[in-house]
């Protein structure tokens, strides 16, 4: 089975804090996503990545910058945090080629900003 | 961005029923998955289907691609309690851009009565 695991279930961080999140695959998978998940607005994709070192915006990355030095390991940077980012955040992983649409997500973390 | 309408919003059945659930879009898709998602975890993939016209089951779970390749339904048969969640279609658009990229749905809220 695919493992997708993310470094914390629940955070609490002040605004202005350096926020790092950290998702771990470990099926030797290419891709690799972060998406933000609110309430009557589904789920959004930040940025994705399609190997170590490469990235792409996806439709909402300002205020996020994303670090990928090792092919299973993806990081998500909120630099200077907010309220509005506020929310519950998900990683997610896809093989290259022929079965790249399937994408496994980890279990999430909620992320809040006071 | 383009948007996946996904029907009906939520349902409330007792245990035992079948229920059935759609996404329909305007433009058309190459791929088709439905996920589902239990409170404060992270989406699971139920099912991919890659053929228009293609008909799929996972269990009690029967999917299938439109024959427009613009809408996909999921159909739950003998609804137990533990197939309450949220489920999510998702679709790969036939746009010619970003490969990697889904659409997702807003999510059908499925509550079941024991």
């Given at each position: 089975d695919v493992k997708v695991t993310q470094s914390?279930?629940?955070l609490v961080k002040r605004t202005g804090e350096k926020v790092f999140l950290e998702c771990v695959q470990d099926m030797d998978h290419e891709n690799m996503f972060w998406y933000r998940q609110d309430p009557g607005l589904g789920l959004r994709l930040i940025y994705f990545s399609y190997d170590v070192k490469m990235k792409e915006k996806g439709d909402i990355p300002e205020?996020?910058?994303?670090s990928r030095e090792k092919k299973e390991r993806f990081s998500l940077i909120l630099e200077s945090a907010s309220t509005n980012q506020t929310s519950m955040y998900l990683c997610a992983s896809s093989l290259r080629g022929l079965l790249t649409y399937e994408q496994y997500f980890g279990?999430?973390?909620r992320l809040t900003v006071t | 961005g383009q948007q996946l309408?996904?029907?009906?919003?939520?349902?409330f059945i007792q245990e035992g029923e079948d229920v059935s659930m759609n996404c329909t879009s305007s433009s058309i898709f190459n791929t088709w998955l439905w996920y589902k998602q239990d409170p404060g975890e992270g989406p699971v993939l139920l099912i991919a289907l890659y053929k228009a016209g293609e008909l799929t089951s996972n269990g009690r779970l029967t999917a299938q691609f439109g024959i427009t390749r613009k809408d996909s339904f999921l159909n739950i048969s003998a609804s137990i309690p533990s197939d309450v969640g949220i489920y999510f279609c998702a679709g790969q658009l036939n746009s010619g851009g970003s490969n990697y990229k889904l659409t997702f749905g807003k999510g059908t809220l499925l509550t079941v009565n024991p």
């Open positions: 914390s279930r629940y205020g996020y910058s994303v279990p999430g973390t | 309408n996904q029907s009906p919003q939520s349902m």
